[in-house]
């Protein structure tokens, strides 16, 4: 495999520490050897693969879901636990100038219908993933940012000025906030962990460290490459996100590009510590920087609070992003300093030049699809680009809105595109003043 950042970034340095590890115990999937036939070969087992896994298997057809490393060691298996709308990160301004205002209304849709996919996920088959929050509120770091609130909000949601907040639970120096009534809070080990016994109830065959190596088109599809087998299957789906490589398959090269997240979780908070700290909702929330944090009170009353930001990955690096991540909390929350975070880990989410979600072919490989670049919103998008791809692998339209199948350009620099980031970021936090 050839992937952008160092070996570290792949190793067990970034997610030591993750809370979801202490949740629920990881399944034993065996290793893949020998021989295979199937009519569809998933790399990756994160939630877009498995829940491509499910559904195909709900219809019938052979599956072999290909995990590199553990089931959960990915971004489905360590990010906040956010089931929410996104997926894009274009504006809507700027996404009806490219695509027209019912194409935008369609994604808009989609993003809801994504979060619906994954409550009705949850609901058919019993997975029991810790939800909680009705909707997801948004909060204005500053007077500049509260003002594009007012100027932006739905008649959906719900407007709040900074003197409603105290009574609302959301303690702090935010400036108001907007709620929307779609979305919830989840463990997302749980829930990962859910679609893979729902899927291997339903024949799909589940392998663990069987990275791919190689994919090479035949007459009758695909023969799919692990380092002691062999999996020869009509139809591939690339689910690898954030952590896909430039050469399985060689369209991937520079079309997607790995962005670092990084999360804390206390240890349970006293009913005297929220109080202190004014902090008494449910309610999942993120603040409104383009470098954002987002956080939440947990049902067991740990508090869970992550960022982006991370540019360099080593062991140094990851010291000083999670010193950062640290730092941020406390200058937030500032009552909490003193509590003892007993979690930190990082991973990657995704961006795609044209900074929106991809599930589609995978040009001149008939029979190979992929889905990518949720933009850090991978719970419900991925679950829904998964099923599009499955119905794509059956033959069928998933009648997608034009955005998400508008192929992604690659970015400019190739190998080097990373050295792209310092300088958005940089300007991105400027903006955020």
Known sequence: MKRLFPDYTYGPGPRQGCWWDETIAAPNWPEQSGDLVVDVAIVGAGFTGLSAALHLTKAGASVAVLEAETPGWGASGRNGGFCCLGGSKLNPKAMTRLFGEAATAGYAQAEEDAVHLVADLLSSYEIDADTHSKGETQLAHNARAMER?????????????AADLPALGFGGAFHGGYTTPVGFGLNPRKYLYGLADAA?????????????????KTANGFDV??????????????????YSSEDVPAWMSGRYMPAQSTVLVTRPLTQAELQAQGWTSDQMSYDTRNLLHYFRLMPDRRFLFGMRGGLRSSSRAEAGIRQKVRHDFAAMFPEWRGVDVTHMWSGMVCLSRNLMPYAGPVPDQPGMFAGFAYHGNGVAMGSFCGRALAQLALGHNPDLPEPMTRRPGRFPLGRWRRALMPPAYAMMGLADL
Do not use: M, Y
């Open 149 to 161: 609130l007012r100027k932006s909000a739905e008649a959906l949601g719900v407007l709040h000025e």
């Open 200 to 216: 291997k109830a339903r024949g799909a065959q589940l392998f663990q460290r069987s990275p791919v190596s190689k994919i090479v």
């Open 225 to 242: 490459q692990t380092p002691t087998g062999r999996i020869q299957a009509a139809n591939v789906l690339i689910c690898t996100n954030g």
